[in-house]
T-cell receptor, first 113, second 112 residues
Framework: NAGVTQTPKFRVLKTGQSMTLLCAQDMNHEYMYWYRQDPGMGLRLIHYSVGEGTTAKGEVPDGYNVSRLKKQNFLLGLESAAPSQTSVYFC????????????FGSGTRLTVV | DAKTTQPNSMESNEEEPVHLPCNHSTISGTDYIHWYRQLPSQGPEYVIHGLTSNVNNRMASLAIAEDRKSSTLILHRATLRDAAVYYCILRANSGGYQKVTFGTGTKLQVIP
């Protein structure tokens, strides 16, 4: 049982380049989330999805796009990377209700130079 | 969204108990209290959750105040591997998306 898997784990981009971060979960969770974490700050929600084919904006959505074509996958895209997007990105998933909480991936460390 | 308040940092000596507090004065009756921890260079991981009664598992204990406006995560014997950031959040037991804020948590330092 892998839980939540994020790829890649590390990436260096040049300003203006694009990339896609992939998140895959094998727990049949309805909800999926993308967070970013910067030094000294908590987790900030970028986008989330409440089911296959749905996406919604979180706290800091600017500069990012997402897609959830399949229930198990949630993709985060950066169309034109900027140094301000240097961060650690975490994907998480959860059921839509009930006491069980979030399962997080191990993170993607992205540096934009 | 219901908010939680935690101290920014705490210290503990190795092999001593640690009590990590969390205030959630605006908790609603259907909110579960969840605790997560984030080890260095890793994603947050689930520690424990509860609703009204105190809870124990292999990782920790959760003590919930009678009025549910605060809770305490108890690590019975802190080890160096427990050095992490601990987050307390509230999660409603109802359908539909609810905004959950993780905040900055409590950074626990364990002193050998």
């Amino acid at each position: 049982n892998a839980g939540v898997t994020q790829t890649p784990k590390f990436r260096v981009l040049k300003t203006g380049q694009s990339m896609t971060l992939l998140c895959a979960q094998d727990m049949n969770h309805e909800y999926m989330y993308w967070y970013r974490q910067d030094p000294g700050m908590g987790l900030r929600l970028i986008h989330y999805s409440v089911g296959e084919g749905t996406t919604a904006k979180g706290e800091v959505p600017d500069g990012y796009n997402v897609s959830r074509l399949k229930k198990q996958n949630f993709l985060l895209g950066l169309e034109s990377a900027a140094p301000s997007q240097t961060s650690v990105y975490f994907c998480a998933s959860s059921e839509n209700r009930g006491p069980r909480g979030y399962t997080f991936g191990s993170g993607t460390r992205l540096t934009v130079v | 969204d219901a908010k939680t308040t935690q101290p920014n940092s705490m210290e503990s000596n190795e092999e001593e108990p640690v009590h990590l507090p969390c205030n959630h004065s605006t908790i609603s009756g259907t909110d579960y209290i969840h605790w997560y921890r984030q080890l260095p260079s890793q994603g947050p991981e689930y520690v424990i959750h509860g609703l009204t009664s105190n809870v124990n598992n292999r990782m920790a204990s959760l003590a919930i105040a009678e009025d549910r406006k605060s809770s305490t995560l108890i690590l019975h014997r802190a080890t160096l591997r427990d050095a992490a950031v601990y987050y307390c959040i509230l999660r409603a037991n109802s359908g539909g998306y609810q905004k959950v804020t993780f905040g900055t948590g409590t950074k626990l330092q364990v002193i050998p």
